[in-house]
Nanobody, 120 residues
Framework: QVQLVESGGGLVQAGGSLRLSCVAS????????MAWYRRVPGEQRDLVVT???????TYADSVKGRFTVSRDNGRNTVYLEMNSLKSEDTAVYYC??????????????WGQGTQVTVSS
C-alpha cells in the first residue's frame, strides 16, 4: 500500500530555515507528481508547491523566493526547503502524491503531516 511519511517539522524563529522530507513507499515514485500542502487550524488545506514527475515546479505566491521543492527519485523522497520563515508559515505541512497533474482538487495519497511552528 502507498505510504507517505513526512518529517523535518519543528519550532523555528522567524527568519530561520527548515527542511521537510517526505518518503514514499508502495508506489512507483518516479511517475508521481508530488506536492506540499499546509493547513492552519480551522482553515482549509492550501497548496504550497508542486513538482511534476520530471521536475517542473510551481509555487504559491506567498512562498515564492523563500521555499524550494525538489525530489530524489532514487530515494523516493520529495523535499521542501523553507527559508526566511515567517509566523504566517506556521501550519501542518502535508505531502501529496498523484498521477494526474491537476491540482484543482485534493485527490491522491496523503501523508500524516508534520507541524511547522514559526515564532516571531
Amino acid at each position: 500500500q502507498v505510504q507517505l511519511v513526512e518529517s523535518g517539522g519543528g519550532l523555528v524563529q522567524a527568519g530561520g530555515s527548515l527542511r521537510l522530507s517526505c518518503v514514499a513507499s508502495g508506489m512507483q515514485f518516479s511517475i508521481y507528481h508530488m506536492a506540499w500542502y499546509r493547513r492552519v487550524p480551522g482553515e482549509q488545506r492550501d497548496l504550497v508547491v508542486t513538482i511534476t514527475y520530471d521536475g517542473t515546479t510551481t509555487y504559491a505566491d506567498s512562498v515564492k523566493g523563500r521555499f524550494t521543492v525538489s525530489r530524489d527519485n532514487g530515494r523516493n523522497t520529495v523535499y521542501l526547503e523553507m527559508n526566511s520563515l515567517k509566523s504566517e508559515d506556521t501550519a501542518v505541512y502535508y505531502c501529496n502524491a498523484r498521477l494526474i497533474n491537476n491540482w484543482d482538487t485534493q485527490r491522491g495519497y496523503w501523508g500524516q503531516g508534520t507541524q511547522v511552528t514559526v515564532s516571531s
